[in-house]
């Protein structure tokens, strides 16, 4: 009797389990819907999982004009979940890609924001500076987003400088290292310290390309204020 009643509890759990799989699958059809999104004000034509009339699930956009304007989660007709987000590209660098749609963001969105681990790319200018090979040069941030803004820990690329660590709304803001290069001799140099509001402030070092100190002290608004300067044998210059 004990076996016969565990064999209906393990036949009912499995009805169960099929009903809800059942009502998942009637609840989210593929299906083609416009919509239109928040950020450009366009009505677009959408293609993938809908609950309800409303794009929900995995997807793609279509501009107008039939170009793919993003792939990936959605939710109430919203960016939601990974996904990839492409433009056209105007002002660039390279002409080659000038006219063509390229991918501007590619990570995690919540309600129709970057939210969450994503990257950032930008083609008007190549942003190679202290930066892998192995990374597109038009990557220019990459990191966290709190409803669209650098947030978080993130490294942002730039023509001349870099910065890795922490940010607000943003901008630096936080424990983080930014490298750069002399006006005058053009040598890289790397400042490490708390940053607010994008620049240095308190404590702070400041580092040849080899590692060795150039200043160990106070610095405002990214600028030392007194301190130590260092040869480039380690001795003390004042």
């Not at 499995?14 to 004000?41: A, H, M």
């Not at 990839?84 to 660098?93: D, L």
């Not at 942002?156 to 890795?164: L, R």
């Amino acid at each position: 009797i004990k076996r016969n009643a565990v064999q209906i509890i393990g036949i009912l759990i499995e009805f169960v389990v099929l009903v809800i799989s059942l009502n998942i699958v009637i609840g989210i059809k593929y299906c083609s819907l416009q919509i239109r999104i928040p950020d450009t004000d366009e009505t677009m034509q959408y293609f993938g999982n809908a609950v309800e009339k409303t794009a929900s699930g995995k997807g793609r956009l279509f501009d107008a004009d039939g170009h793919l304007v993003y792939k990936g989660g959605f939710q109430n007709n919203l960016y939601d979940g990974y996904g990839k987000k492409s433009e056209k590209i105007i002002n660039v660098h390279d002409t080659d890609i000038s006219g063509t749609y390229q991918c501007v963001y590619d990570g995690y969105f919540k309600e129709g924001m970057p939210n969450g681990q994503g990257c950032e790319y930008r083609y008007d200018e190549k942003y190679n500076f202290e930066k892998g090979e192995e990374l597109s040069p038009y990557l220019y941030y990459e990191g966290e987003f709190v409803n669209g803004e650098y947030c978080g820990i993130g490294t942002m690329y730039g023509i001349t400088s870099k910065y890795q660590g922490v940010f607000f709304d943003g901008e630096y803001d936080g424990y983080g290292s930014l490298w750069g290069q002399d006006s005058d001799s053009g040598a890289t140099f790397k400042l490490v310290g708390i940053y607010t509001n994008g620049e240095l402030n308190g404590s702070g070092k400041k580092y040849r390309a080899d590692g060795s100190v150039i200043f160990d002290g106070e610095y405002k608004d990214g600028s030392s204020i007194f301190g130590t300067s260092f040869y480039e044998n380690g001795n003390p210059r004042y």
